[in-house]
């Protein structure tokens, strides 16, 4: 296998991502949701604290923990005040470096690609911490093959990356700042404070009158009462405010709602590079 040539995309991308299981249990449903069968609703007054729930068996509450450590986010820096993009991760400034192989400049189907990355700030300087959010793949488009690469942190401002060789011919490296660690630290903070910031909403229809409402995993108490419709088998919880005039069970659809940003001063500045 010829010795790959690097090329290199420096640019952000904005998105906005769930919660691993708000992901889940959404695309879950989405699928389901029109098909299962109908199952008696109840309405049911806001008793219970935002957003908590029913505490896990044992055995639930040690899968759990085994999938939240599975896919740990390493710490974040702090953001200083007033934010300053002068100090988070630039891609300009950012660089990738292929590691020799062991047989020298040379590399075959079956080997293993090593790349070195060293992130550095708008200023230039190194970052010493880790965090950012990186995608590495190793392509070849006349080819339409591609494979992705496994990213290490360091947790030091440096990342390596690990590509399987799979195909005989020429490859390119991409590395991709998704976002840098300062815009995961608001991520982190939105997922604690504000988990019903992606929602959604339900159509109810009964005869001539139909009503839209907004639907959860947790809904905030008001005085609103609500439709539960919790997985009777699976115990998973979701939620719709229910329509005055309605019942529970004229709710005919599910869709998505929206996104609440919630961001403070010059955060947005992180998502819009």
């Known amino acids: 296998m010829k010795a790959p040539s ?41 008793k219970r604290s935002f957003c908590t729930f029913q505490p896990l068996s044992p055995k639930d509450a040690l899968e759990e923990r085994l999938i939240l450590n599975s896919t740990a986010w ?5 953001l200083p005040a007033p934010i300053s993009l002068e100090q988070t991760s630039d891609p300009a400034h950012s660089t990738f470096t292929i590691l020799p192989g062991r047989k020298g400049g040379q590399w075959h189907v079956g080997d293993q690609l090593d790349v070195m990355i060293q992130t550095s700030d708008f200023q230039g300087r190194p970052k010493k911490s880790g965090g950012d959010f990186l995608l590495a793949s190793l392509h070849n488009r006349k080819l339409e093959a591609g494979v992705a690469g496994q990213v290490v942190d360091h947790l030091n401002g440096s990342y390596s990356a690990v590509f399987s060789l799979l195909w005989e011919g020429d490859a390119q490296v991409e590395v991709t700042l998704v976002h840098p660690s300062e815009a995961v630290t608001v991520l982190n903070r ?21 009503k839209t409402t907004i639907c959860n995993v947790c809904l905030r108490p008001t005085r609103k009462p609500l439709c539960n419709y919790t997985d009777i088998h699976t115990g998973e919880p979701w939620f719709c405010y229910k329509p005055k005039n309605l019942s529970c069970d004229a709710r005919i659809n599910h869709f998505k709602g929206g996104s609440k940003r919630n961001l403070m001063i010059k955060e947005g500045n992180l998502f819009q590079r």
């Open 6 to 46: 690097c090329t290199r995309r420096t640019y952000g991308a904005l998105f906005l991502f769930l919660h691993v299981f708000v992901l889940i249990f959404v695309l879950r449903h989405m699928d389901i949701l029109e098909f299962q069968p109908k199952v008696k609703s109840t309405i049911i007054m806001p």
């Open 74 to 78: 390493p710490e974040t820096p702090l």
């Open 190 to 210: 939105l997922t604690t404070e504000r988990p019903d910031r992606i929602y959604f909403k339900s159509l109810f229809r009964s005869g001539s009158r139909s």
